[in-house]
């Protein structure tokens, strides 16, 4: 099995009105849990380019390159960009380690009117721990927690399409658990802060 990159350039198109709403309720929610817990910072948590990732997320389906409608975002943070992918149309969950950013995306996604689904867990399997080894440090890739998988009843095999917010440095332990447990077609989305998106696929 192989990724092969995807050319992908989303165009830039006005946010529509409800896109505009979330993205702005989100901000001022984050901010508010940010001084919340001035005292005892989330460990690792910097939000990606939520526009961006709206205008990735929204071309998808127009060039129908993932090949189903499951979307999973491996450390959702505050849930925004799975909350963008259902409004999108995908079905969307998010698997996140800390539970506050839990809790306020589940109250970001309730409030505003989206089915999604949120799980407080790793989103590392048990058995690839081994892709771990250089990277204990890192907080979202962290040992310990509920296996997302287990509470959600499926494998990282059942979703068509991954997005991951990587650390420098961290992308090879993101990149090489989904080239071992995705399925075959599926699409994985990064964000690569100045560097932007990239899109790849599995491929036999």
Known sequence: ????????????????SRVRTLLDDADERIEA????????????????DFVMAWHALSVLPELSLAPGNRFLEWGSGAGVVTCLASIVGFDAIGIEIE???VELAES????????TEFVCGTFVPDED??????????N??????????????????????????????????????????ASVGALLLTYHGQDGMRLVRKVK
């Open 1 to 16: 099995m192989r990724l092969k990159p995807i050319e992908f350039e989303p165009p830039l198109r006005p946010l529509p």
């Open 33 to 48: 849990l940010v001084q919340l817990r001035r005292d005892t910072p989330l460990p690792a948590f910097v939000p990606c």
């Open 99 to 101: 539970e506050d950013l």
């Open 108 to 115: 970001l996604s309730d409030d505003h009117g989206l089915e």
């Open 129 to 138: 721990d081994d892709l771990l080894a250089d990277h204990r440090e890192v």
């Open 140 to 181: 979202w890739l962290r040992e310990g927690g509920q296996n997302a998988y287990e509470w959600l009843d499926l494998e990282p095999d059942d979703f068509d399409i991954v997005f991951a917010y990587p650390w420098p440095g961290e992308e090879a332990a993101i990149v090489n658990l989904f080239a071992r447990r």
